[in-house]
Structure formats: C-alpha cells, structure tokens
C-alpha cells in the first residue's frame, strides 16, 4: 500500500480527570497531573469498518492512531478450530495466530504478535520526526521494530539483555538505521529498560514508551478485533500469557470499544492470564488482590527468569497497578491468573502442533497450558466462545524454509550503571547514532 495515508481522527483523553486533548508531538502520558494513569485513545469513529487484506493490520485502521501505512504488515488471523477444540471439547474454540503460517494469511515475518505493537507505533511517528527511536525488550519486540523500521528506514535503539541476543534474527539484512546495545551477560530485561532510560536522557532520542504508548496497546488491540470481526461477538473468555499484561490490558479496552460499537454484544470477556513458573510477580500480586507488586530481591528475579523457556515473559516492571493498568483490567472482568511450568508449557506446544499443524512459540504455550489446565479443571463451559491468543508461531518453518538467517550484534556492551555522559560519548562513536540520535 501507498505510504500516503488520511490520518486517523481520534484525541487522548486521562483516565483520571477526564479531559481530553489534541496528539501533538510524542505524547505518553498527561502532562501536570499528580497521580499516573495510561492515556486512552478516543477514535471518532465509534463503528469499526475493517478494511481488506490488502491494508495488512491497518485494516483495522479505524482503531489505530497512525499518521501514515508502513510497508510490510499483516494482521492476525482469527479462526475456528477443529482438532485442538475437539481435543479439548470445545465447541467454539476461536485462535487467533500471530505468526508465519502462510496458508492461514499470516505472513508476519518476525513469527510475533510484537509486529502489531511496531506497525503500529512506527505509524504514529509523523514523517517530519527525525529523532531516534529507543525500545528495550527482552527479545521478541526488538526483533519486531528492527524489521520494520529498517524495512522503513525508521531510526532506531535497542536495548537487549546480552543472554537474549539469540532472538534477534532475521531473515535478511538490516538497515544501518538500527543500532543496538546491551547490558552485558547476567543482567535481565529491567536491566535493559534502565539503559534504554539513560540513552531517553540524550537530546535526539525519545522513548518508544511500552503500555503507556496507546499506539502500542492499540496496535495489541488488533487481536481482539481479529477475533471479534471473525466470530462476530466478543468472545467469552480471553487466554494470553503475560510479561507485563500490556496485551492484556489491550485486549480489554478493544472489549469496551467493541461495547460501544454496538454490534459485537455488550459482555465484558473474562481475562484468563498466565505466568511461567518460576517467575509470576503478577500472578502472585493478583492471587492477593493487591494493587503494587510484592518487593522482589534482584538476584532472585534474576536467577528465576533463567528458569524460565518463556523469557519474553520477564518484565519485573509492566503496568500493573497504575490507573488504567492490569489490576483494573483484572478487576472489570473478573478475571483469572495462573501461573505453569516449562514442562507444562512443553507439552501444551506439542499437542498444539500436533493438532493444529503449526510450531507456537514458549509464551503462546504457556497461554495454552493454562487453557487446557482450565478445560480439566472445568472452569470453561463447553459452549463458551473461546479466545486463544496465540501472540507468536511459525518460526521452525520460517526458519527451515528461509535456510541461512542474519543476526543483529550490539554496537555496544555496557553496563546499566553508566553514567549519561559516559553513554553519551560512547554513542557518539556509533555511526548510526552519530547521524540519528547525537550529534
């Protein structure tokens, strides 16, 4: 599709007083305001009219606040199952896949639902931004903006922990426009945020800015619309596996717009979330129906993310107690949290290829294990329309079809506790950042 796109009409509006206001600039969150809440996007379209599959995920473009169309995208793809539904004994088993599975039109190069959050965000940026894009992630999400803002020429940073390099491949070279940095070996994802935090500090960067971008939880929204516009009603209950529940939390404001819609039904679909065991913050501030999260000793975080298979599910700081954030989603549905372990989750990815004939990535297994747990357990009616989030797949029969890939190497190892002006001057040996970011 042509770049050139009739921006979509919307305005932000605060969860907390009420007023709303133009998206000028890079907005992340309401300025003069004492208590911190996400934004939300108020669309002038309250009606969603999908467009065709040539438009990619900008077919639900209605709903997503994007200032242009970017090359390359595709939707999530919605559809009944039989076999794993069957094996379940559900009647209404809807999954909705994120991925590379050509022969249900899921083309998304990178195997991630992560490709929504960056199409998405990347469309948000005005043309006329000449400023660096800085996103931390634990593998799945840089992966995500690296292909599209180099398929875009879009400058970016990046910020991955060194023992989660091994996510950053590609099936083609990448644009110079992408620069990455790592904090070094034995650091985690809240070590990467913190860097990436540092490198916001220096004039030319700006932060992607995660759950408090709506771009972000909008463009995570999609599935939901998927799911909506292909079974035609709201499902009645939702399975994701979370890191830090910004899909979650994006999943149930879809709900209330679809609400307003008024053609999907007027329920709210109950949040059915997981963790991977050892490491389940969340799972466990829930269980107490607590609004903050217990205090974590570092180390031991740490040392339980590398338990874990599913590590894009390690965020130790998501948005969970914050006005608009996780608890509430939580709260409003009534949902329900679980945490399984790798060998669950194994067995969950098994059986689901084995039936559906497709590879799921760790964290979309985790989100199966907890279905099928919830299946034994009785929790899920046999009748109830069911979401099955599937956020990655493909990516074993990208990868045998595609032969040789290319890996993305930091420009730099350095350790979180730099100082400003210490990564500022060793950015500015970096020639992508050099012409990008500082000058």
Request: hydrophobic share 40%; glycine share 8%.
């Amino acid at each position: 599709m042509n770049q050139l796109y009739l921006p979509t009409q919307y305005h932000l509006a605060s969860l907390v007083t009420g007023d709303s206001f133009k998206d000028e600039g890079w907005i992340l969150e309401a300025s003069g305001e004492e208590k911190p809440s996400l934004l939300s996007s108020v669309y002038d379209k309250v009606q969603l009219e999908v467009k065709d599959d040539r438009y990619g995920i900008y077919k639900f473009g209605d709903w997503l606040p994007i200032h242009r169309i970017l090359e390359g995208s595709s939707a999530p793809v919605t559809y009944q199952s039989k076999k794993l539904g069957a094996r379940l004994g559900l009647k209404n088993l809807y999954i909705t896949f994120s991925g590379y599975w050509p022969e249900r039109g899921a083309l998304m190069r990178t195997c991630s639902f992560k490709e929504t959050e960056a199409y998405s965000v990347c469309a948000r940026l005005r043309p006329e931004q000449d400023q660096t894009l800085v996103v931390a992630s634990a593998g799945n999400t840089a992966r995500a903006f690296a292909r599209v803002c180099s398929d875009n020429h879009i400058p970016l940073l990046l910020s991955v922990p060194s023992d989660t390099l091994s996510a950053l491949w590609f099936d083609s070279p990448l644009d110079d426009c992408v620069t990455l940095i790592s904090p070094p070996p034995g650091c985690d994802y809240y070590d990467a945020i913190h860097l990436s935090t540092l490198v916001c500090q220096i004039d030319g960067f700006i932060p992607e800015g995660g759950a408090k971008n709506i771009a972000r939880r909008d463009g995570m929204a999609t599935t939901v619309l998927s799911a909506a516009t292909a079974i035609g009603r709201i499902p009645d209950l939702y399975f994701q596996a979370i890191g830090s529940g910004t899909g979650a939390i994006a999943a149930w404001e879809a709900n209330r717009r679809l609400i307003a819609d008024g053609r999907f039904g007027s329920h709210k679909m109950k949040l059915y979330l997981s963790q991977n065991y050892p490491f389940h913050p969340i799972v466990d501030a829930w269980k107490a129906r607590s609004r903050d999260l217990f205090p974590q000793d570092d180390q031991q975080a740490r040392e339980q993310v590398m338990e874990i298979d599913a590590k894009v599910l390690s965020n130790r700081k998501p948005p969970y107690g914050i006005t608009g954030g996780l608890f509430d989603a939580m709260v409003d549905t009534d949902g329900e949290m679980v945490f399984m372990t790798n060998k669950e989750a194994a067995e969950a990815a098994r059986l689901f290829e084995e039936e559906e004939g497709i590879d799921i990535h760790p964290a979309a297994a985790v989100a199966t294990a907890s279905l099928i747990q919830a299946v034994q357990n009785k929790i899920v009616s046999p009748d109830a329309v069911v979401m099955l989030n599937i956020t990655g797949g493909g990516e074993k029969r990208l990868k045998r079809e595609k032969g040789e890939l290319t890996y993305l190497k930091p420009s730099l190892v350095i350790s979180p506790d730099v100082t400003i002006r210490e990564l500022e001057e060793k950015l500015h040996f970096i020639p992508s950042t050099r012409v990008f970011g500082t000058t």
